[in-house]
């Protein structure tokens, strides 16, 4: 396997086989645990459990990185590549951060707030350094090959319930935080996906490598361990595109045919609807994997429908605090089934209750979905108060989602309790856009909520109380709020002015009622 390619990147056309990648990332993780080339002078030597933060759009190198660094026994956090310097600070301060890597073109951002940090060591440049390098600065290349180069370096053993990743997600309510991730918790949830039944990728033989085509981010859960690493515990070739573009996208298919899809439902959505995706596109694809937001069971028709065969499309239910995945289609799941978010993983258990009484409810009845299982995160970061409300005594991880399951154990996803608005499958914490709306002057109350969208599945529409006499217009708050946030979380649903804000006796936002 080890000649066989990993990973190509679609813009670059870079290319690693496993060999390449394995020696990368173990050379970074020996850089990293030996305190090499160069980063002892830059203050004390990385420990276990230190977190290194990752932010970077997909390319290969961000997954040696990745690997690397847990390896050494560190614990990664992703930030979206899309993120404000504000909201980059904010998470690599909750975090603590202590070594950061990014590409070129998101260095100065990184210079901006980095410096800040307590206990920060320095960066590591994905890609060729700059011209202009300061102290600090490392290149990944070079640290790779020092680490290989040294010698006597030895590199801690992970253990089953050492935290591996730290992604951030916002859970039922509040801001984002960080969700502990261990290795057992990501390698439980990998195991069930490759059961036979559940099992999307094909393992390679010496005949045949599958390759899978994913947009999806290394940031997100779903891209980096339901993607990533199916990928490469099967053996496959993973091509990767570092922004979608329809252009780029079509381009990739007809350049690298892959044999699988692994995507959000507004990619679904393009491929079935857009008449630039002609059905001679998709002839290579055998399998589609689908998640994070819902996907109707007519646009997997319409799908089927252009490719003119019916595609083994899988959606699959999970949160990033389940690693991700607890609910998944399977081989056997029938077309018309195909439409819920399939039958629970083995090893995953569920529960749907009632949303006033707690009680459990029977198959077709609506409640909150509990679910339990090796792959239930560990907690969120330093907020027990946060890991309490979710996670109760029993283990039970109470999702702020509305499910009820069929007859035949078939789940299906329709409303959230939690305040959570998924746009395009990002997550948008409506309390994150509360706080920068309240930064201006003039607005009495406010609270935001999300609302169905064609296009990119839900959108951002804030409810505005203006005080007595102010002047503040829609437009200045949508422009307020752009320049201080990610693309995805603009006001896109726009602002609409009320009376007062519907709230309950405790003084909670009645969301469904804006909605
Ligand atoms: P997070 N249908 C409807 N809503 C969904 C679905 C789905 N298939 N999947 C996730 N959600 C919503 O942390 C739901 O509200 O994780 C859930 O609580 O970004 C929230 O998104 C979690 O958002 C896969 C591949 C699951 C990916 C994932 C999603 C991980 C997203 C199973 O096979």
């Known amino acids: 396997c080890a000649l066989l390619t990993l990973q ?68 990664v956090t992703f930030v979206n590549p899309l993120y404000t310097p504000e909201e980059t600070a904010r998470q690599l301060k909750i975090c603590n951060a202590r070594l950061v890597a990014t590409i070129p073109a998101l260095l100065p951002l990184v210079r901006a707030v980095a410096q800040s940090l307590p206990q920060y060591k ?30 006597g370096v030895s590199l801690p053993r992970n253990h089953s319930d050492d935290i591996a990743i730290l992604p951030f997600s916002s859970g039922t309510t509040g801001m984002p935080k960080g969700v502990m991730l261990s290795h057992g918790q990501l390698v ?13 990728a094909r393992y390679t033989r010496a005949d045949v490598q599958d390759s899978i085509l ?90 089927n429908d252009k490719a003119g065969r019916e595609i083994d499309l899988r959606q699959g239910y999970g949160m990033t605090e389940t690693s991700p995945v607890t609910v998944l289609c399977s081989r056997h799941t ?3 089934r195909r439409g819920s978010v399939g039958q629970l993983l083995p090893g995953t258990r569920a529960r749907v209750v009632d949303l006033s009484s707690g009680e459990h409810v029977g198959p077709g009845q609506r409640g909150e979905l509990l679910v339990k299982g090796p792959q239930v995160m560990t907690g969120y970061y330093n907020n027990e108060e946060a890991t309490r409300e979710v996670l109760d005594t029993e283990g039970w991880l109470h999702t702020g989602d509305v499910a009820y399951y069929d007859d035949e154990c078939y789940f299906h996803i329709v409303d959230r309790t939690k305040e959570l608005i998924k746009v395009k499958g ?39 109380v203006l005080q007595p006499g102010s002047k503040v217009q829609e437009n200045d708050i949508i422009s307020f709020v752009e320049p201080k946030v990610a693309p995805y ?27």
């Open 334 to 336: 029938p077309l018309e």
């Open 122 to 151: 320095g960066t590591v440049l994905l890609d060729q350094l700059p011209s202009e390098q300061a102290a600090g600065e490392f290149s990944f290349q070079a640290l790779a090959a020092e680490g290989l180069d040294t010698e």
């Open 426 to 464: 990002h997550q948008v914490s409506p309390t994150e856009l509360e706080s920068v709306i309240r930064q201006i002057p003039g607005i009495a109350d406010l609270a935001v909520v999300g609302i169905p969208n064609e296009r990119y599945g839900e959108v951002p529409v804030a409810f505005v």
């Open 8 to 75: 190509t990147c679609a813009a670059s056309s870079s290319s690693y086989s496993y060999r390449e990648a394995r020696r990368l990332t173990h050379g970074f993780a020996r850089a990293l645990a030996g305190d090499v080339g160069g980063l002892a002078a830059q203050g004390p030597a990385l420990a276990k459990g230190d977190v290194v933060a990752l932010v970077a759009p997909n390319t290969p190198e961000f997954v040696f990185a990745a690997h690397g660094a847990i390896e050494a026994g560190l614990t």
């Open 188 to 200: 439980s949830n990998l195991a069930m996906c490759m059961t036979p039944d559940f099992r999307f």
């Open 214 to 303: 994913s947009v999806l981010p290394f940031f997100h859960i779903f891209g980096f361990n339901t993607v990533l690493h199916t990928t490469i515990l099967s053996g496959q070739h993973l091509i990767t595109l570092p922004k979608f573009t329809p252009e780029d996208y079509i381009g990739a298919l007809l350049r690298f045919r892959p044999s699988g899809l692994g995507a959000v439902p507004a990619v679904i959505q393009f491929l079935a609807m857009h008449p630039a995706v002609k059905p001679e596109h998709l002839d290579s694809i055998r399998y589609v994997i689908c998640g994070a937001a819902p996907l109707g069971l007519d646009v997997l028709k319409r799908l």
């Open 489 to 515: 979380k603009r006001l896109t649903g726009g602002v609409k002015f009320i009376e007062a804000i519907p709230r309950n006796a405790g003084g909670k936002v009645l969301r469904n009622e804006l909605k």
